[in-house]
């Protein structure tokens, strides 16, 4: 079997007996994900690359130490530390920009969306951009929640592990997040194509 196929944990168990390749098939495919979710908390990029280093390098030392416990599964694990070292980078007190795309970013570049005619694309990216103003101006745990959820692709419970939180308050900031979006949506008179 190519190592290209093992599962995450295979991987994990390969990198820890010394096969590099196994660790950055790893980040591979977890790098977008992770990278995404540290992205939207921060809105800046050079942070969001820092992070993610950070991230990894953390990773690297956990599972040298041994530390690593697969109970869950990785790509939740690692999320988790995202998520943690953003907020340690928001408890610093360091100033966080808006999200705004510029040339060498933007989300929806990265998710798979079928082709469409010109005139299409120019309606989602404009409504993308309308959800994107309208999730930024909600409040920080709303926000949260709705970034695990849509971008990160994590399920309810994961999401209440990480922020540590229970699932019925995971699931009720999500709530009040598309009720705040929709009220938004009224207030400007916002119509999504």
Known sequence: ??????????LIDLYLSGNEKAFEILLQRHQQKIYTSIYLFVKDRELAEDLFQDVFIKIIDTLRKGSYNHEGKFSQWATRIAYNMCVDQFRRG?????????????????????????????????????????????PQEQREVVVLRHYADLSFKDIAAITRVSINTALGRMRYALINIRKMMEESEMVLQ
């Open 1 to 10: 079997m190519q190592v290209s196929h093992l599962n995450d944990q295979a």
């Open 94 to 138: 360091r100033k966080v920009s808006k999200v705004n795309s510029t040339d060498e970013f933007d989300i929806f570049d990265i998710l798979e969306l079928p082709d469409d005619n010109r005139e299409e694309e120019m309606i989602k990216s404009d409504t993308h951009s309308k959800i994107r103003q309208l999730v930024d101006q909600l």
